[in-house]
């Protein structure tokens, strides 16, 4: 299917506009980076001066390798305990038939609505005594289940045609066989995009991370980024700008990977 | 059936396995990495702080520096994010294990601290050894010795001070030596500055509750009643008169003259906004003297706070943080800390800390340090922050307002001013903050359970 | 007759239920078992935290969080006296009147488009859901200095259209409004990703056997497109309505909950009350009230809302 070469110059026309608008705060980000504070603070669009300065800085700072290490740990973490949890919950709510299952999936969806800011002092104290405080699993968790996940995939599932869960069940296929063998194969998509939303948002906690370690040993790159800042005096913001962008780099790549994955698990998983 | 629960036994186990033996092997890592050998037969000591940026650079400097010096205390300083998170969660951990030896806690948690029953008063190690505090800035010490008792150890302390741009004072035919010291002086200057040039405003004051209670101080003003909280917990604001009311009626004046910029509660758009011209004079923390003349492409002065003219100046209430230590601790432990403490309290440490973050230096032998009289040279306006400090006269008003409700009383006033700044009814503003403010004080002396 | 018929019959029954009493029992162990996992971890880090602050919002509490007055309702009956919290709940429902709509017509105008097959689509998708990547922290800093008064580049733009600048975050009457925005922004990168998913997961059949028909494109918008994209948008909606509730971290960089608390969303309260007033027990109250407001809303969602949804 060919488009017509004014209808494609008016989407890319679009896209471009839109793309821009989109990502210009991010590169707003990119010129600072490269300021020095006195080109910053005076409100200079365009460097003066190009410098490196602040992203020597930004490594100087604190163990950033490590922290990147750590966070890119603690992200995988969550992001395959979000992946198992989710995926078996959103089965057993679509492809499972029992008593009481509507309303397990509506307090599920409710624990959504537990503000974070609310549980995370009892959550913290949870932690301290089951003793793991500065560990991975300390770290990852209190958000293996999210009732988001199960949710996303729960919409998912319920697109899978039920008569290929009868036929399963006339062919003698247990449960788990299905689940593994048709389901997972088939949400693939979704799976990714859980994925990928997992792993972002773990990536981007700030809050819980430092709660629950107090030295560096399993610190993430967020708190690093927290640290670049001050309290009582003037915040370096091209050092703080260039270490927020040490730290985005790693999730824009991990996005552009996840969309041409996406787009390939689409073609191979098309058993429609 | 079976099936299924194997594997999410095993897959569960798989998983959590996954996390124990990385972090086992992560934690070795670090351990070596801080030196493990070295502090073998070391006392450890843990210290917990909020600094960020540059003061943390300092202050790691600071610590290696402490450790490198010695052979029996070993420091660890961990950041713990800003004041509000480290007190969080040093309220969290208190009396367990999990707590550290010292925290660092901003002045305004001082009575939030003491009320938690968690900490050592540091008075006890004073009086173990007869040490000195007379040696260290009185108007610093001051604020931090409560029933006479000193409960921590000061460390980075500022006050506010106003900068004002002397390239614009110059243009507008006002006297760049001569900064404005009253109320009514900055409103002349402002209206000057006008004058010359339509595109600055005259004066900027961030909607801050610090700041209100500096100006309060400078007149001589108290916060709260039974001595600011000093004598015996507060049951009433104190600032319900003409002295809290007037600062206020100043920047009602100064929007009326168009003189005033609001830049809201954020203090980086305002020193933006003072750096590429749009307003001449602001109120800041002394902290950031260095980085405000370094990045300034005009020539910033540095002044005392103004004070309305019919009262007299008084001076400034410390702001910043003090360092407290845990009870519980084992003794050897404790006195390790003290012993940490002390060390930052020499002149040539407090020196490098003055010099490098900006903060004063607590004890005044440290301004007679080369580093500083270099410093100096190189800038001469640093020193007023000091002058301001050492001009204080030492009083009730000046010694701060002592209350653990004292973040919930600054976030009212701030949203008094705000009202201010977008055209509110002055009266109005200001007799809804004391009421609020009293409600907070109600409540908060119930929440205690006394 | 009629007896000799019925005994056979309620046998049958009898014996028939007991199988099926049975079959429930195993599939609902079943279930359980799939779901065992998520509701173990659920009761520690989620209900034991909701149980708590349910019992701390009768109570004043010291500044560690323990329990000192009970109050029995005083707390709740407090906070809605106060004309601030009023305020904040006026707030958080605009708030989520702007940033729910505003997102989601957005985001699905950009997935619409970025749903083309095209060279270099790639790339396009990438940015579109680059906002997602950045945490809401960096995201701040960059919006507050496009809000900047005097520099940030809306106000220059504003200028150098002959325009009066705009006090963004400093003008009550436009606070909320510039941190929607910022929030939208924010939000965009994950809806997007979301919307653009199940677009692509819309059978191709149905637009072609459409072209077929000589439909026009916006008829195949509003007629395959939207239905087939119900499940997504009902989802993505749901989500956005929780999470715009629950908003917190611009607040504290870019307002503080000012201009006259213009900005102090429902979150930022309980944030404030629990760290820094350290009133525990004015904070979990605050929390119950918003814990039933977005029960209610999400109840009312899904009644009316998944009826209209199309599932394959």
Known sequence: MTMAISKKLLFYLLLTVSALLVFSPAIIAFLMSFMSSEDILTGRIIPETWTLDNYIKAFERFPLFGYLINSFFVSLIIMIGQLLLSSLAAYAFVFLEFKGRDTLFFIFIATMMIPFEASIIPNFQTIRGLDLLNTYTGLSLPFFAVAFGTFLLRQHFKQIPKELKEASEITGMGDLKFYLTVVLPIAKTSLVTLGVYGFLTSWNMYLWPLLATTDDTVRTVQIGLKQLQSQEQLNEWGVIMAGGLIVVLPTLILLFLGQKKLQKGLTEGAIK | MKQLFIFILVAFSMLLSACNSSEGNEGEGTANAKGGEETKGKTEVTFWHAMGGQAQVALDEIVKKYNESQDDVQVNAEFQGTYEETLSKYHSVGGTDDAPTIVQVNEIGTMSVINSGNIEPIQKFIDEEDYDMSNLEANITNYYKVDGKFYSMPFNSSTPVMYYNKDAFKEAGLDPEAPPETYEEVEAAGKAIKESNPEMKGFALQAYGWLFEELLANQGGLLLNNDNGRDDTATEVAFDNEQGKSIFKWIERMMDDGTFANYGTNSDNMVTGFLSGDVAMFMQSSASARDVIDNAPFEVGVAFIPYPEKEERQGVVIGGASLWMSKGKPEAEQKAAWDFLKYLQKPEIQAEWHVGTGYFAINPAAYEEQVVKDAYNEMPQLQVTVEQLQATKPSIATQGALMDMIPEERKIIETALETVYNGGDVDEAFSTAVEQVNAAIEQANTARGE | ?312
């Open chain 3, 1 to 312: 007759m009629k007896e000799a018929v019925m005994i056979p019959e309620q046998y049958k029954q009898i014996d028939f239920m007991k199988v099926k009493k049975k079959q429930k029992r195993v599939r609902f162990i079943k279930g359980m078992l799939f779901l065992l996992p998520s509701i173990l971890l659920f009761s520690v880090f989620l209900f034991y935290p909701m149980a708590r602050t349910l019992y701390l919002s009768f109570f004043l509490t010291d500044n560690s969080g323990a329990t000192t007055v009970f109050v029995g309702l005083d707390n709740f009956k407090n906070i809605f006296t106060s004309p601030i919290f009023l305020k904040s709940l006026q707030s958080t429902f605009l708030f989520v009147l702007y940033t729910v709509p505003g997102t989601i017509i957005i985001s699905l105008f950009l997935a619409v488009i970025a749903n083309e097959k095209l060279t270099g689509i790639g790339f396009f998708r990438m940015i579109f859901s680059s906002t997602m990547g950045i945490s809401v922290a960096a995201a701040s800093v960059f919006w507050m200095f496009l809000f900047h008064p005097t520099m940030g580049w809306l106000n220059q733009f504003l200028e150098a259209l002959g325009f009066e600048a705009i006090g963004w975050l400093t003008n009550p009457e436009w606070a909320l409004l510039s941190v929607s925005i910022s929030t939208i922004w924010m939000n965009l990168g994950f809806t997007f990703l979301i919307l653009l998913g199940g677009l692509q997961s819309i059978d191709s059949h149905l637009y072609e056997s459409a072209e077929i028909d000589g439909a026009s494109y916006f008829y195949k918008l509003r007629r395959i497109t939207v239905p087939m994209l119900s499940p997504t948008l009902f989802f993505v909606i749901t989500v956005s309505f929780i999470n715009a509730f629950q908003t917190f971290g611009q607040i504290d960089m870019l307002t503080r909950g000012g201009p006259q608390n213009e900005t102090n969303l429902l979150v930022y309260s309980i944030y404030q009350e629990a760290f820094k007033n350290y009133q525990y027990g004015t904070a979990s109250a605050q929390a119950v009230i918003l814990f039933f407001i977005i029960l209610l809303m999400t109840l009312l969602q899904f009644k009316l809302g998944e009826r209209k949804v199309h599932y394959q």
